[in-house]
């Protein structure tokens, strides 16, 4: 893989929030496009870091967000451990990615890496990602 931007991505308290899920809905389409809306604006491409990575292909992933406009913006996914942090996986995947100059990470939860703290953006799970958090995603990877 050879993408230069990437965005790593949590999908639940990010793409959805705590009253969405109550009312079963997993993907809220507004939020997708200001994912979509962040990749256009830097160029970046979506990596998912997201537990739904866990028992779903990339394949599958893809065709899921294609249908909420997302289309070619999913690339890969972090691999997955079952102890430790995510950073841990992200790190992990930055390793084997070497041609990855410039990234940001977007995610409810905070168990990313000391160093991985100037590209992390966490959103609120009750409300998801909102302008505010979109704002500083594209600030960290806009070409400087």
Not at 52 to 67: H, K, Y
Not at 75 to 95: A, C, M, Q, S, Y
């Amino acid at each position: 893989m050879a993408e230069k931007k990437v965005l790593f991505l949590d999908i639940d308290g990010v793409l959805n929030n705590s009253a969405s899920l109550a009312e079963g809905i997993h993907i809220i389409p507004e939020k997708c496009l200001m994912v979509r809306d962040i990749c256009w604006r830097t160029g970046a491409k979506v990596v998912i870091s997201s537990t739904w990575r866990c028992g779903r292909t990339l394949d599958e992933l893809q065709q899921i967000f294609r249908l909420v406009g997302m289309g070619g913006q999913i690339v890969d996914v972090t691999p997955w451990h079952k102890e430790g942090p995510r950073g841990e996986e992200i790190d992990h995947w930055l390793k084997d990615n070497t041609k990855t100059k410039q990234y940001a990470i977007v995610d409810d939860d905070g168990d990313m890496l000391e160093n991985q703290m100037p590209y992390f953006v966490q959103t609120n799970g009750v409300a998801g990602l909102t302008t505010f958090e979109r704002d500083k995603l594209i600030d960290i990877l806009v070409d400087l």
